[in-house]
């Protein structure tokens, strides 16, 4: 029986179209690499950051088009999720 690696995508894995599957390895860098430290400071970052999206999305919303069940209404409902999960 013939070892062959095997690609798997990490779960943050955003590429659609297949191709790091086809390259058998991640060709985006959608996991980053950072030291436990970092990625916390990036990650507090990322969710300030996020939640000042989330707040201008929301009071620009009538302007927007935006409506409830589209993929940004969905988008900013998981965002609003993630910041109160990771929120002090």
Known sequence: MR???VFVPHNECWVASGACFEEGRCLQRCQPNLSAPKANSE???A????KEL???TLMFRSMTCYADGTTIDNAVKEAADLIERNSP
């Open 3 to 5: 070892q062959e690696k």
């Open 43 to 45: 990650l507090a970052t």
């Open 47 to 50: 969710i300030r950051l996020l």
């Open 54 to 56: 989330r707040n201008y």
